[in-house]
């Protein structure tokens, strides 16, 4: 038997995939069927539609990471996966998938925390010194970390509303950008002017204050839109993204650096799909060098959902000999962490 082999399965939203990592860090294999094509015409995930994929896609997917791998389901020292948050329909096909396999190969479950996953994808590529903050920035959240270890952490804001990739998908649902938001606004945007509009930055200039809001942002944005349409006036598609990205990324910057600041941090991390925004990177990069501070990011295919920061994950969980049980179940609103401190 191979050593130390995990295999990673995610089906939190609308990406199956499967992974195979060697002691939390050396990515074997890293298999994503993604959904996109299938809800785009929607302008969004459609959570039964979802489901329905993953169960068709997931054994095909997990074969694959095996193949790729070049090693046997013998070879696994545990099945990792995404138990929560997520759309729970979507969630149980990853959770049975898992229990199935380990029923039958008497192998050791790792549930895994979906947000605490998209920070380990950092683990996967950086030698992190911990303290370290990070800001989790994805599709449903939106929240800063303080870290001690790969697996302590404590939450110190998250939104109160919609999540940063939510704005960017309903922004530019409403632009016509179609789906994904995040991708199609930062390349709109690039052809735009950042100060053409105004729009708010909630919770600005606030010290110790980590909370964020995007909702009203997104209000904002439709109501110019339609003020703009009312008055017969005309406006640049490019010139919105531009001024909306701004926003989001000034207030993640703001409060971001606040945070590091607070926390007399040295290290900061960026993770979930909104990493992969150029600008934010660029931006948070800048401010927090400035301060004598090292941002640390995940390549892009790492940002968005995937298996291999599952199976990152889980290998804290595998050291700390923290086992899930046959009654692992699918739960949406995970909100705490496996370790706040
Ligand atoms: O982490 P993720 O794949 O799934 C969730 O856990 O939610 O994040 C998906 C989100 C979507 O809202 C998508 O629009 C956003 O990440 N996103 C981006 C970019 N790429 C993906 N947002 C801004 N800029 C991007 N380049
Ligand atoms: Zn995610």
Redesign the pocket.
Known sequence: MKKNLILGIET??D?TAAAVVAAGKTVLSSIIASQIPIHEKYGGVVPEIASRHHLEMVNEVIAEALLQANCSFADLSAIAVTHGPGLVGALLVGVNTAKTLAYALKKPILAVN?IFS?IAANFLVHEVRFPAVCLVV????TSLFYLTSRSEAALLGATRDDAA??A??KVARVLGLGY????A??KAAEAGDAGAFTFPRAFAGQDDNYEFSFSGLKSAVINTLHNLKQKGQTYRTADVAASFQQAVVDILVEKTCLAAEAKQVKTVLLA???A???ALRQQLEQALAAAGRTLLYPPLEL???NAAMVAAAGWDLYLQQKFAGLDLNAVPVLDNLWQVK
Do not use: L, R, Y
């Not at 994805?138 to 959240?141: A, R, T």
């Not at 994904?180 to 991708?183: I, N």
């Open positions: 939190s939203c990406e979906h998209h994805s599709g449903g959240h990739g939510e960017f998908d994904p938001g995040g991708p606004i930062e979930g799909g909104v992969a925004n150029g940002c968005t959902d």
